[in-house]
Each structure stands twice: as C-alpha cells, then as structure tokens.
C-alpha cells in the first residue's frame, strides 16, 4: 500500500472523508480572496477617496467597506459547515453571500466612485440576499445537528 494510500485510509477511518466535500475548499479560497480585496478596496477608499469625492459619496463607499469584510468572512463559516453539517443549503447560502457582496459592497462602491444614485437602489436586493443567506446557514446546521441528535 502507498504512503498516499495508507493517508487517506486513515483519515478516512477516523472520520474525515478523503476528498474534500463539496464547497468547502471554493468557499475557503473565496472567503479569502474575498477578504484580501476588502482590505485592498478599503485602503482605496481611504487614501484615494478621501478628499477627492463629495462627503456623501465618501460616506457610501466606506459603507460598502463596512459590509464587505464580515461578509467575506462569513464565507469561512460556509467552508466549515460545508464539511461538518453539509447540504444544499449550505451551498445556496455561500452563493447567496457572494452575490449580496457583489450587489451591496459592488453597487456602494460604484455609488461612491461614480456617483450614480440609481446605484443605491441595487444594494437592498444585495441585503436581502445577506439575510436569506444566513437564514439558510442557521437553518441547515440547525437541522443537521437535531437529526444527529435523534439518530446518534
């Protein structure tokens, strides 16, 4: 039997699958990559912006900073319950953190470079697909760990 062989037999016997389950390494790398931009975006704001937009626009863009770290983070959450309470709705509320970081950070970003008010009507739609997305995650780790609890 090969080293990689007699590896993944054992992590396999102690519980942990020898594949990764689906979404747990694409949320982590997005979570990151994620992250890494919403710093990268921030100093932006903080050192181009400033002083060269309106008060207004300067304020919407820090606003859209102030939702796109957690969010980004919360796709670390998502790698994690992926691989412990796994299912479909772990995978819907990752995809759902991702596009309402897109529509709120993307279209307050817009709004405070561009200056575009439309902009603003966007970012609720974006709020909303933050909401739903975390309802989802609660309610599949929620349900995950009772079923465990009544057939363990």
């Known amino acids: 039997m090969s080293q990689h062989a007699g ?3 054992s992590r396999a016997s102690h519980g942990v699958q020898a594949e ?5 390494r694409l949320f982590f790398v997005l979570g990151a990559v994620l992250a890494g931009l919403a710093i990268l975006i921030g100093a932006f704001g903080a050192h181009a912006l400033r002083g060269h937009v309106s008060a207004d626009r300067y304020d919407d863009f820090v606003t859209g900073a102030r939702y796109h770290l957690p969010q980004a983070l ?19 509320a990752g995809w759902l953190f ?8 993307g279209s307050l970003y817009l709004l405070g470079v561009a200056g575009k008010r439309w902009l603003g009507a ?5 709020g909303l697909a933050f909401i739903v ?6 309610r599949q780790v929620w349900s995950a760990g009772r079923v465990a609890r009544t057939t363990g």
């Open 7 to 9: 590896l993944l037999t």
């Open 20 to 24: 990764d389950p689906e979404g747990e």
């Open 74 to 92: 919360g796709l670390f959450a998502v790698s994690r319950a992926a691989v412990k309470w796994p299912g479909r709705a772990v995978a819907a």
């Open 98 to 105: 991702v596009a309402g970081l897109v529509l709120v950070s």
């Open 122 to 126: 966007v970012t609720p739609v974006g």
């Open 133 to 138: 997305g975390w309802a989802l995650l609660a």
